[in-house]
């Protein structure tokens, strides 16, 4: 195994751990949709059933009604997964960038005063961090599998999209640590 910073293992942590939020919701927006088929189709069953002892009017009525509660629901239910799905991913954002900003502080707070107790610290830190990570690797494999679960079906897991780190940044956190 390479040997890496504290900081980075902090930020796959973080990544992870947002993956995994971003699977749940996943799994909630698929089961509300999986609901509101099933509703439908039950719906519709019971208003076939009944056809004889009801007029045109009314069944179509019904299944309009059922269509217009159906769809206000499905809004619902994206409305709340997407502003969800946009709070994970600015949360993991921002840990993400404080991660880095305090691995640069540190940095240039030895450099000033020569005391290297939080790089002696990190590093012994580094071993707990990475168990850590496997752990929450596991709990993340584990939660993609909950989406294809509740979707019944082969389903991908929404992921964030990976963003290049910027040169600077990446410089800044390899010294801190």
């Given at each position: ?7 980075t293992?902090t930020?796959n942590?973080?990544?992870?751990y947002?993956?995994?939020a971003?699977n ?5 927006r698929?089961?509300g949709e ?7 189709q039950r719906?519709e ?13 009314v069944?179509?009525?019904a299944?309009?009604?059922?269509k ?5 629901y499905?809004k ?8 969800a799905?946009?709070?994970?991913g ?6 993400e960038?404080?991660?880095?900003q305090v691995a640069?502080?540190?940095s240039?707070?030895?450099k ?17 961090a ?18 294809r679960?509740?979707?019944?079906q082969?389903?991908?897991?929404k992921?964030?999209v990976?963003?290049p780190?910027?040169?600077a940044k ?8």
């Amino acid at each position: 195994m390479t040997s890496r910073n504290l900081s980075t293992v902090t930020t796959n942590v973080i990544e992870s751990y947002g993956n995994t939020a971003k699977n749940v919701i996943n799994a909630y927006r698929t089961g509300g949709e999986r609901m509101v088929g099933f509703v439908d189709q039950r719906w519709e069953l019971a208003v076939g059933k009944s056809s004889a002892r009801l007029s045109a009017e009314v069944r179509a009525n019904a299944l309009s009604a059922q269509k217009k509660l159906s769809g206000f629901y499905s809004k619902g239910i994206s409305a709340t997964t997407d502003g969800a799905d946009a709070v994970v991913g600015k949360v993991v954002e921002l840990a993400e960038k404080g991660v880095t900003q305090v691995a640069a502080n540190a940095s240039r707070f030895e450099k000033a005063t020569g005391v290297t107790a939080l790089h002696t610290l990190a590093t012994a830190a580094i071993p707990a961090a990475e168990a850590v990570s496997k752990v929450a690797d596991k709990i993340e494999k584990q939660s993609s599998l909950l989406v294809r679960r509740v979707a019944g079906q082969p389903a991908k897991a929404k992921a964030p999209v990976a963003k290049p780190a910027a040169k600077a940044k990446t410089a800044r956190a390899k010294k801190a640590a």
